[in-house]
Each structure stands twice: as C-alpha cells, then as structure tokens.
Nanobody, 123 residues
Framework: QVQLVESGGGLVQAGGSLRLSCAASGRTFSSYAMGWFRQAPGKEHEFVAVLNWIGDNKSYAESVKGRFTISRDNDKNTVYLQMNGLKPEDTAVYYC????????????????WGQGTLVTVSS
C-alpha cells in the first residue's frame, strides 16, 4: 500500500504560480504512472495531468496544457505539479494518485483520495 501526501497549495493571485508536491511512502512508487486530479467546489473530480513511471511520457487536460507541468523524482518518491499562469477557474482541491494509464489521454486513479491540497486563485 502506498501512502500519498499532497502539499504546496495556497492562495495566489491570477497569473501567479504554485508548485504542488506529492510525497509517497512505499517501495513501489517508481513502478507506477502517477497523476494529478482536482475537485472544484460542487464538481466532480477531474483529471489534470499524468506521467509514466520514468517521467518521459506525459499528458495534460486541455484546460491546463501549456500552463502546468508534471514531473517526478523517483529517488525522492515525489511527484510535482508546477502551475503557472493560474486562473480563478483553477481553484480546487488537488490530489495525486497512482493511476492506470494507456500512455495517452486521461488516466484513471487507482487509490482512494487523500486529504489533497487546496489551491485558491483570486481574480
């Protein structure tokens, strides 16, 4: 079982940047593709970004493409989400998860949601 802890959220003005981190425990972290998802108030969880186990294949939701970058450091058991050009519509709780992924398009989470990290973008 892998434990995932998200951090790095906060309040930022539109156009600003944040970097989210997801620290994983467990020796199997580097074996899995990892993804970021988010849930805005009153909405369902939605896919944001995914990368494969080695980090050389990535996919993004259209709404964040060109603004967000997903990366991972398998030595540190951590996956990151660099968010630039933030918009008010990016306001949500962000979650990471191990995922099932075909190598293109969106991914499907394998883990139950953790506590997430809240990102609030003011206009």
């Amino acid at each position: 079982q892998v434990q995932l802890v998200e951090s790095g959220g906060g309040l930022v003005q539109a156009g600003g940047s944040l970097r989210l981190s997801c620290a994983a425990s467990g020796r199997t972290f580097s074996s899995y593709a990892m993804g970021w998802f988010r849930q805005a108030p009153g909405k369902e969880h939605e896919f944001v970004a995914v990368l494969n186990w080695i980090g050389d294949n990535k996919s993004y939701a259209e709404s964040v493409k060109g603004r967000f970058t997903i990366s991972r450091d398998n030595d540190k058991n951590t996956v990151y989400l660099q968010m630039n050009g933030l918009k008010p519509e990016d306001t949500a709780v962000y979650y990471c998860a191990r995922v099932s992924w075909a190598g293109w398009g969106p991914a499907t989470p394998l883990d139950a949601w953790g506590q997430g990290t809240l990102v609030t973008v003011s206009s």
